[in-house]
């Protein structure tokens, strides 16, 4: 692009609202900002009297016309862009796991294996807590650590079934699972 | 009555019906809309319609170098596009009769 010609404000507005847009998949951005810096050219070399107005909010306007969502209010947040990564990752792994036919087998086999992994987390939730009482016998849980494994097991089967609700956790971990489920389930059908 | 308001609703006819005949670029697009009395109009939100619009398949979009400036982006209308317009264009019609019917002075008795 020849950008020589344009003012620095212009482009310096144009690098603004492009960062006001940065969340975006870099290509719906290009789209949605190609030629932006001819169009502001004109319409402020047109009339003078205009000012330039703050690019954040000519983001947002442009964003909410072409029917994009607004920017997350946690925007500016390194660990939420962090976090907005490793989820999308997570997604479009899923989705590619899917979408292949051995990865995809695999996937249902583990989750075959889904209330051997509860017994797991029982066990090391009752181990972890003899050890904290001071337990310790190696691995190996006795007596009446045998009980408090038993119970770990029922509660940790219980969850795993989603008979037994823990209002305040449930909702976090089960509700990423089924946004995951659902964009795997876009996927398959794209 | 609040006519940016109203207006947020008819942006996709009145783009579509300003590129009907002719391409046009972002800026061009909102000179014609102000032009036609659409003063309020706010440019980053025809250039976002714009967008929409082209994602929607209503139109399609080429790039034109420039010598001496930035490049432009034209925006020209489809046959969907066109489809589009004769359906809104009648809708429009039957709701602006439906309004001026009920707002006429003295309708309601």
């Known amino acids: 692009m020849t950008t020589s010609t344009v003012a620095p404000q212009i482009a310096a507005f144009a690098r603004a609202v492009r960062d006001a847009l940065a969340d975006l998949p870099e290509e719906e951005r290009d789209e949605l900002t190609e030629g932006l810096e001819a169009d502001l050219s004109e319409a402020y070399a047109e009339d003078l009297s205009n000012t330039l107005p703050d690019p954040v909010e000519y983001a947002a306007e442009l964003r909410s016309a072409a029917g994009l969502p607004q920017r997350q209010a946690s925007r500016s947040g390194l660990f939420a862009e962090v976090v907005r990564a490793g989820r999308n990752t997570a997604r479009d792994v899923l989705v590619a796991v899917r979408g292949n036919a051995a990865a995809a087998s695999l996937l249902d086999f583990l989750a075959a294996l889904r209330p051997f992994w509860w017994v797991v987390r029982a066990w090391v939730a009752a181990w972890c807590v003899s050890t904290a009482f001071g337990y310790s016998n190696g691995f190996v849980l006795e007596g009446g650590w045998m009980v408090g494994l038993a119970v770990f097991v029922v509660v940790s089967v219980q969850w795993g079934r989603g008979r037994w609700t823990f209002p305040s956790l449930r909702p976090a971990v089960l509700g990423e699972r089924r946004r995951g489920g659902a964009a795997a389930a876009g996927g398959a059908v794209r | ?109």
């Open chain 2, 1 to 109: 009555m609040d006519a940016t308001q109203l207006l947020k609703g008819v942006l996709d006819v009145a783009v579509l019906a300003v590129v009907e005949d002719d391409d046009g670029y972002g800026y061009d697009v909102v000179r014609r809309l102000r032009a036609a009395g659409l003063e309020e109009v706010g440019d980053a939100s025809v250039y976002g319609t714009l967008r929409r619009l082209y994602s929607a398949g209503a139109l399609t979009s080429y790039v034109v170098p420039s010598e001496e400036g930035p490049h432009r982006k034209y925006y020209g209308i489809t046959a969907q596009g066109r489809s589009m317009l004769e359906v809104q264009r009648k809708v429009w019609a039957e709701f602006a009769t439906t309004m001026n019917r009920l707002l006429a002075e003295g309708s309601a008795a």
